[in-house]
């Protein structure tokens, strides 16, 4: 028996073999974070969402939050442009014509986003926003 035999089975003692890892050596710690990202943070178990609650949070978020972001959207642009002089009934019929093209771009970006709670503070932020505008303009 050699020395390097008897002190492979101690748990103290060295890997008998160059390269090889001890149990110990790769098992997760848990007061050590994964990454440099993790760090400090509670783990994301616990502020995940079920995946249908998310689902259906990101559907109402782009069917009934876009559709009222874009319904501020239109009417602010559309007072916008008529006080700086534009003719009332073309403003309206421009804004609303690229109000179609806006509420596309806001559904396609609330199934891109990443998290549900980032897509519902950006539609409220442009909801306070657009209808800080229109009440400013009217």
Do not use: N
Not at 4 to 30: C, I, M, N, W
Not at 85 to 111: D, H, P
């Amino acid at each position: 028996m050699t020395p390097t035999d008897a002190s492979a089975g101690s748990s103290g003692a060295p890997p008998s073999v160059p390269g090889e890892l001890r149990q110990q050596d790769y098992r997760h710690k848990p007061h050590e974070p994964h990454s440099a990202r993790d760090h400090g943070r509670a783990p994301d178990a616990l502020y995940r969402l079920p995946a249908w609650l998310a689902l259906v949070l990101r559907l109402v978020g782009a069917i009934g939050g876009g559709y009222a972001v874009t319904a501020l959207a239109v009417a602010a642009c559309s007072a916008a442009l008529a006080s700086a002089g534009m003719v009332r009934s073309e403003a309206v019929a421009l804004c609303a014509m690229l109000g179609f093209v806006f509420y596309l771009v806001l559904a396609l970006w609330a199934f891109s986003v990443r998290s549900v709670m980032r897509l519902w503070l950006v539609l409220g932020g442009l909801a306070a926003l657009l209808a800080a505008l229109w009440w400013a303009v009217t």
